[in-house]
């Protein structure tokens, strides 16, 4: 289960009335072009958190992600297949039947226009100028998950393809690169196949969501 809350968390991922419906059609923009990706690579990184993490993400033709996590000495490995979920934490894998994957889409959308959104200003990354821009959110937006309070994100996304360079929340930061690479391949173990099923996670209704600022 702390698998699927981690892939929940990861698939979902963006000074006047004017600048508000800039950032919103920013948003929509940078939404559109994560959604017809065909596969990325994400890096996630928490130093004062002692994590860290790199993982493959394949969309097309089929849905498919690998992520390799590690907190301390704690080591989890997670494959995405389908609708299919494998875990790997103290070397078991555990199996898990997705609900279907547009569903998890909706949630994430649903969450991402729950926040409010603005502009940042522009940032300099390895000789590259990227857009900026931040969403807030009041209250935690995964369904399922304890209220943390505000939170703020801050991404860095390519002008260009409006694909998105880093996230940045607290502690935690992703960098996602080699976008639609050929050489962007998931695998699952042999061993995972076999690995026993347990019962499904439930998934509430997205709610239609407010008009976004």
Request: glycine fraction near 8%; proline fraction near 8%; charge should be negative.
């Amino acid at each position: 289960m702390r698998g699927f809350i981690v892939f929940a968390a990861l698939f979902a991922v963006l000074v006047g009335t004017a600048r508000a419906d800039q950032a919103s059609d920013l948003r929509d923009k940078l939404m559109a072009a994560e959604e017809k990706a065909s596969s990325m690579v994400m890096q996630i990184s928490a130093p004062s958190l002692g994590m860290t993490g790199v993982g493959t993400i394949v969309r097309l033709p089929a849905m498919a992600m690998h992520m390799s996590m590690a907190t301390g000495s704690t080591k989890i490995e997670i494959y995405m297949i389908g609708q299919t979920m494998y875990e790997q934490l103290g070397g078991s894998w555990i199996r898990i039947q997705m609900p279907d994957m547009k569903q998890l889409e909706a949630m994430g959308r649903t969450i991402t226009d729950k926040m409010h959104v603005s502009l940042a200003p522009d940032v300099v990354d390895g000789g590259v100028t990227y857009g900026a821009i931040t969403f807030e959110s009041d209250t935690a937006t995964i369904p399922g998950a304890p209220v943390v309070g505000p939170t703020t994100q801050t991404c860095t996304y390519d002008k260009s393809t409006f694909f998105i360079h880093t996230c940045t929340n607290g502690p935690i930061s992703e960098t996602m690169s080699h976008y639609n690479d050929s050489a962007n391949v998931v695998t699952l173990p042999p061993d995972a196949a076999s690995a026993p099923a347990l019962a499904p996670p439930v998934l509430p209704s997205p709610a239609p969501s407010p008009a976004a600022t």
